[in-house]
């Protein structure tokens, strides 16, 4: 009976934790099928969700109020592409203006997990009379330049907007998919493009293009190329496999002949970046970028650690910008302390920002100086080598303080631990008796029979919540993030074992910035400690709490960064970081008590 009654509070307790959507990678698209209506003709609002299957409605604002607004229904869409999973959901209004004049849609919004996506606002021009579209149509394009002559209702086209290229310089690769009827099960199998490094650019476009004097639905899917080295490359075949109508008055509806649509292979010629002009130090950047730099303290105590991030960004391929490494600073210990990336595609063209810090130690006290840091990039726009520079930053180093005013600084009170034993209450012998009726009688028995329906329940459930935490990793590092930490904490004890103080202090701060980024849900490894403690304070944690964890990481950082014992010892660290768990373990996903 205890076995059973344990059963059904596990399945209890996977009914009850809540799962949501994964918030990572979702991005909003509001497109038009034109951007001149006449007054007295409806035009199509498409809202695309990317990376939420099941994300809620979108909020249109004064969309509504500007036009009368009817749903046009609902798609979604899952795909695989060069490897990645894609999916994403589509919602398709039909607008009517119910004045003349200028306006923006937008921006429309979307709520995903507790954070709002919105997506880049839209200029509408409403006329009175005609305007140059039919009604109701998607905008019609003329096709210009080389174009694949009709060969029938449904052909394709692969181009490139250029044939020659600097190496890792963008290339947009543009996938067609004609049709003047629509074919069943169509399939995209991607080019193909070995030789270069490649970005999706999505959404796929859909608009109405005249070839032949014929009008066609078009489908085009782009993607950016960036050469990996001179010579010559060439972008593969890309199929388009689909399904003709089958005979249309029989009762069993056929799928039809399997047709395949495949493009020419293109060759592309990537030019070596030119060595007139190229500057010492030289690291391989292609594009247009700017670097600025900041600190997280203008005035610092000696041995005391500095932040010194930098930021690159621009347009190019922002993944291969290498990091900016500053010289020999006078007066410095200088140490790399991580990067990060963030990806923009915005209107076709491959850019981002790159964020790099360093963690500077100063020597010596008195006011010194960090130099400003170069980043040296060819701009193929220009054909030429160009160099971007920050500014000179100042800092003030005060002498530094005794130990004994670190610690009373850092440390305000003494920490006490209490803990409390559960002693086992045994069961008096004797208390089973032999059953007088028979086995299939008894109630246990008849519960038992229920057990292979739970065990199924179980498993189904079991199954469905690892399907669920697979798609929310925030939820996984949430729930996991306690015993990871343990486990860290374990063997940064092993090192403190050791008599590696400085490894231990590397351990606990490691495990301590994870453990906070994974219960709060924030990128806590990019932040500063200011921003550490913010965001403990706004997740719930009180005030002491917050300042102990700093003061920890502080410690840590002073063992690490500046070669001394700093102002706890091994055992104090150890132990303070065994009491931050516990404190941040009480607070809910979010920072919910």
Same mark, same amino acid.
């Given at each position: ?107 429309? %919004? ?26 109701? %149509? ?51 199998? @991607? ?14 476009? %859909? ?67 030119? @060595? ?62 991580? @990067? ?53 930053? @100042? ?92 486990? %860290? ?105």
């Amino acid at each position: 009976m205890r076995q059973l009654a344990l059963l059904i509070g596990v399945m209890a307790f996977l009914v009850c934790v809540p799962v949501t959507a994964s918030a990572a990678d979702i991005t909003v698209t509001a497109r038009v099928s034109s951007k001149r209506v006449s007054l007295n003709e409806t035009f199509t609002l498409s809202v695309v969700v990317e990376g939420a299957m099941s994300a809620p409605a979108p909020e249109l604002g004064r969309i509504v109020e500007q036009f009368t607004v009817y749903s046009s229904g609902t798609s979604s869409s899952m795909s695989i592409v060069n490897g990645r999973r894609m999916s994403s959901k589509q919602w398709n209004y039909s607008l009517l203006p119910r004045a003349p004049g200028s306006f923006v849609l937008g921006p429309v %919004e979307v709520e995903v997990g507790g954070a709002i996506y919105s997506s880049e606002p839209i200029e509408i021009e409403v006329v009175e009379g005609e305007s140059r579209r039919a009604n109701g %149509e998607m905008e019609v394009r003329e096709a210009t330049g080389s174009q694949t002559a009709a060969s029938g209702d449904v052909f394709v086209t692969m181009t490139v907007d250029k044939a020659k290229a600097y190496v890792n310089e963008q290339i947009t690769l543009s996938f067609k998919y004609y049709r003047r009827v629509e074919p069943r099960g169509p399939r995209y199998e @991607s080019p193909d493009v070995t030789g270069f490094w490649t970005e999706d650019l999505p959404p796929p476009e %859909e608009y109405f293009e005249m070839v032949d004097g014929k009008r066609y639905r078009v489908t085009e899917i782009r993607t950016a190329l960036f050469g990996a080295a001179a010579g010559t490359a060439t972008v593969g075949e890309a199929r388009l496999t689909y399904h003709a109508e089958g005979a249309p008055f029989t009762f069993f509806r056929t799928q039809g002949e399997k047709k395949i649509l495949s493009t020419k292979p293109i060759t592309i010629e990537v030019l070596p970046l030119p @060595s007139d002009g190229r500057a010492r130090g030289f690291g391989g950047a292609v594009g247009q970028y700017r670097v600025e730099s900041s600190v997280d303290v203008q005035e610092v105590e000696e041995l005391k650690p500095v932040t010194l991030r930098v930021t690159v960004t621009g347009t190019g391929n922002a993944r291969t910008v290498p990091a900016p490494v500053p010289d020999d600073v006078p007066g410095f210990k200088v140490y790399e302390s991580g @990067s990060s990336t963030d990806i923009s595609k915005k209107n076709g063209i491959v850019g981002g920002v790159r964020t790099f810090e360093y963690v500077f130690v100063p020597q010596q006290s008195g006011d010194l100086t960090i130099p400003g840091i170069e980043l040296k990039y060819f701009d193929p726009a220009r054909g030429r080598y160009d160099v971007a520079r920050t500014d000179d930053i @100042s800092l003030k180093v005060a002498v530094r303080t005794t130990i004994d005013e670190q610690v009373a600084g850092a440390v305000g009170a003494a920490i006490s631990r209490v803990g409390a034993d559960i002693r086992y209450i045994r069961e008096p012998d004797g208390f089973l008796k032999r059953a007088s009726r028979p086995l299939y009688f008894r109630p246990a028995f008849l519960l038992l029979q229920l057990l292979p329906l739970l065990c199924l329940g179980t498993v189904w459930m079991w199954k469905d919540r690892r399907k669920r935490l697979s798609q929310d990793r925030g939820l996984e590092r949430f729930l996991r993030a306690p015993a990871r930490a343990r486990r %860290e904490l374990k063997a940064a004890g092993a090192l403190s074992t050791a008599g590696d103080h400085a490894g231990t202090c590397s351990a606990v701060a490691r495990l301590t910035v994870d453990f906070i980024g994974d219960r709060l849900g924030v990128a806590s490894r990019g932040m500063r400690l200011g921003e550490l403690r913010a965001a403990l304070m706004e997740a719930g944690a009180d005030v002491a709490a917050a300042d102990r964890a700093i003061s920890l990481l502080s410690a840590c950082d002073m063992s690490r960064f500046a070669g001394a014992q700093g102002s706890l010892t091994t055992e104090e660290i150890l132990d303070e970081a065994d009491i931050l768990i516990k404190n941040i373990e009480k607070l809910g996903r979010g920072g919910n008590r």
